[in-house]
T-cell receptor, first 114, second 114 residues
């Protein structure tokens, strides 16, 4: 069975500093990996995905993520955080045999202080 | 292009009642998935429909059911409501349900059981 771990419930960072939100996964075969963001009282918004190819994936709003197969990780990064990045971030995995079923991590709350 | 539309946004029911939630996917999208989001359990997959057929099902009791119409619109039904069914129910659509395309989420229906 596939699973995702987000080890940090909350990440605090100062505006302008780089941020990292961690994610590790477990899946049989090659994974499809996704990051989503959720703002209060809203649904999930797609940020970026890794399907195959280059290990560094660039997404929306300046976010990027690095796929590391040996460490089964897919950490989300941004070089310079904004206060408006404060939200709940979810990592998700989908294996090729499960159709559209996404397995989510527990989420990491990012707080960016001015 | 309009996004995923879920109706209603908010719903209050009492124990024992039944409820139907509606989801209109992005135009052209044929796969619709449903998720339940609660503070305790996080995001959990309910089921996925593709071309009017249920393709995947999560670990929820039979009180939770769904269907998809020929225009790809989907409904989910919960019968004999329990207090623990209080949650945000999210619908997501994707183009072809092949797993390598991101799912696009609606803003959800917040269901409260009294």
């Amino acid at each position: 069975a596939q699973s995702v771990a987000q080890p940090e419930d909350q990440v605090n960072v100062a505006e302008g500093n780089p941020l990292t939100v961690k994610c590790t996964y477990s899946v049989s075969g090659n994974p499809y990996l996704f990051w989503y963001v959720q703002y209060p009282n809203r649904g999930l918004q797609f940020l970026l995905k890794y399907i195959t190819g280059d290990n560094l994936v660039k997404g929306s709003y300046g976010f990027e993520a690095e796929f590391n197969k040996s460490q089964t990780s897919f950490h989300l990064k941004k070089p310079s955080a904004l206060v408006s990045d404060s939200a709940l971030y979810f990592c998700a995995v989908r294996d090729k045999s499960s159709g559209d079923k996404l397995t989510f991590g527990t989420g990491t709350r990012l707080a960016v202080r001015p | 292009k309009a996004g995923v539309t879920q109706t209603p946004r908010y719903l209050i029911k009492t124990r024992g009642q039944q409820v139907t939630l509606s989801c209109s996917p992005i135009s052209g999208h044929r796969s619709v998935s449903w998720y339940q989001q609660t503070p305790g359990q996080g995001l959990q997959f309910l089921f996925e429909y593709f071309s009017e057929t249920q393709r995947n099902k999560g670990n929820f009791p039979g009180r939770f059911s769904g269907r998809q119409f020929s225009n790809s619109r989907s409904e989910m039904n919960v019968s004999t409501l329990e207090l623990g069914d209080s949650a945000l129910y999210l619908c997501a659509s994707s183009l072809a349900g092949e797993g390598n395309q991101p799912q696009h989420f609606g803003d959800g229906t917040r269901l409260s059981i009294l």
